[in-house]
């Protein structure tokens, strides 16, 4: 496929053209014409780049590209060697940002709702549509049980927060919120309408909570978001930036490659954060 038309595809396909965004999204840096081979992964890093390299790609698609609103415009440090490897190996970089995020079958969103097994999705009154969504599970569930589908699917140990949840190093809060959780006459806590935003969605968090759901999830926490949490009574899960935001490029390119006959390889670089 022709890089331009691949770019026009995907931005038909993710609707980039109706959506405000901090970065430009589509083709962020143009390489060789024809595109058959495609690396995607989340972020585009010198070591997916270098992944991508190794693997002769025509292309990379990522997530979080270049050229952010209010960044350092020079060329310099570490973009001037990221960009360097890709024009020097004459490698297509694509970014979707926002997006990715809202699609409502291929984004973050909707993807991490499919893997917890979240139902009646919607979005909340957020803008863009779709970067707050909202639903609930079939049946209400125990908090542990949502803590550890959430450890279980996206592999990693979540930020827990709130009354009666705060996970932390501190063996004494440790101790009493466990004395707390195993009083005789005490019930565990049950959650069934939820919220969600991937990635660095915890400025969500109070809105999400005035819209009356049991816990919300993102990617991320702040110092605020501990009293937040504690103040609306709402369970808060930090599952990780990147953890949470892998699946929407992973579903995109096995659409591509289903559909427009490419060879795409989703390649995940471990990341804490």
């Excluded at 390489?31 to 989340?42: A, C, E, L, S």
């Excluded at 590209?65 to 694509?94: P, S, V």
């Excluded at 049946?139 to 279980?152: D, G, K, N």
């Excluded at 369970?235 to 995109?252: C, D, K, N, P, S």
């Amino acid at each position: 496929m022709h890089n331009f038309e691949l770019e026009k595809s995907l931005n038909t396909l993710l609707k980039s053209d109706s959506i405000t965004d901090y970065c430009p999204n589509g083709l962020q840096v143009q390489g060789r014409q024809n595109v058959q081979k495609v690396i995607t992964g989340v972020t585009a890093s010198l070591a997916l780049i270098e992944q991508a390299i190794a693997h002769n790609a025509d292309a990379i698609i990522v997530h979080h590209g270049y050229f952010w609103k209010g960044e350092n415009q020079t060329i310099c440090h570490m973009k001037q060697q990221r960009i360097k490897a890709l024009l020097t190996h004459d490698i297509n970089l694509y970014a979707y940002h926002l997006p990715l995020d809202v699609h409502p079958t291929l984004g973050n969103n909707a993807q991490l709702a499919a893997r917890l097994g979240i139902n009646n999705v919607s979005a909340l009154n957020v803008k863009p549509e779709g970067v707050l969504m909202r639903g609930e599970f079939e049946h209400a569930i125990p908090a542990q049980e949502l803590v550890s589908r959430v450890e279980h699917n996206l592999n990693r140990s979540p930020l827990v927060l709130g009354n009666g949840f705060t996970s932390t190093n501190d063996d004494a809060t440790q101790a009493q919120a466990q004395s707390q959780t195993n009083q005789p006459n005490s019930q565990p806590r049950l959650i069934k309408h939820l919220a969600w935003c991937t990635g660095g969605g915890q400025g969500y968090l109070e809105a999400a909570a005035q819209a009356g759901v049991d816990a919300f999830i993102t990617g991320e926490a702040s110092e605020q978001t501990t009293h937040i949490a504690h103040e609306y009574d709402v369970m808060f899960i930090g599952a990780g930036h990147h953890a949470t935001e892998r699946y929407g490029v992973q579903a995109l390119g096995e659409h591509i490659q289903s559909q427009w006959d490419l060879d795409v390889s989703f390649i995940d670089l471990s990341n804490p954060v």
